[in-house]
């Protein structure tokens, strides 16, 4: 039973690293965040941060923008990490350029939670990764960045701010789920040997 358990879990640890390899070798086919992304971002109320966005939103992505020149950034509530709530708008971008990043100012009347920006686009919107807002003169902290940021792939109807949903900063197509999975299998494995 105990060389099942290991056997399966030495798979499982292949599996995840081919996918995460295959993950990290696959072009980026869209628009996405590259800061702010990881785990531990902070930022407090009414402070100016920077957020920065590689490729550009026009075709061939496949998140594209109605108009490049001046797309909207939105400020939203994702307390709930099954759906985000527009705040405000907090900004817009040149989404022609390849990379670029723009700083904007976290609302001041910013209740302490968590919070994410997203570009609006076409079919679904991009997301930055989920970071904390704290109150006001509680200083900023940027945590370690964990790669490219984007869209979770799915939302509501483009233009209509008012929820959409949001898992974090992950690429549509991203390996989450299926680390998550294997993770899950292999944890019940081990539960089932003791």
């Given amino acids: 039973m105990i060389k099942s358990v290991i056997a399966l879990a030495a798979l499982a640890t292949a599996a995840v690293t081919v996918t995460a390899a295959a993950a ?112 006001p003169g509680s200083g900023s902290t940027v945590g370690p960045s964990t790669g490219a940021g984007g869209s979770n792939g799915s939302n509501t109807a483009p233009g209509s701010p008012s929820t959409a949903s949001v898992a974090g900063s992950s690429a549509a197509g991203s390996v989450g789920p299926v680390l998550t999975v294997v993770a899950a299998a292999v944890a019940g494995a081990v539960a089932l040997a003791f």
């Fill in 24 to 135: 990290s070798a696959a072009p980026l086919n869209h628009i996405s965040f590259t800061q702010p992304v990881g785990e531990g971002i902070s930022y407090a109320a009414g402070t100016n941060q920077t957020f920065s966005w590689t490729m550009a939103c026009t075709t061939p992505s496949t998140l594209i923008s109605a108009t490049p020149a001046a797309t909207e950034v939105d400020f939203m509530d994702s307390n709930n990490i099954d759906n985000a709530f527009y705040v405000k708008k907090v900004g817009t971008i040149d989404c022609n350029k390849g990379v670029g990043n723009l700083v904007w100012t976290v609302p001041a009347d910013t209740k302490p939670g968590v919070y994410a920006l997203q570009l609006l686009l076409t079919p679904n919107n991009a997301y930055s990764g989920r970071f904390n807002v704290t109150a």
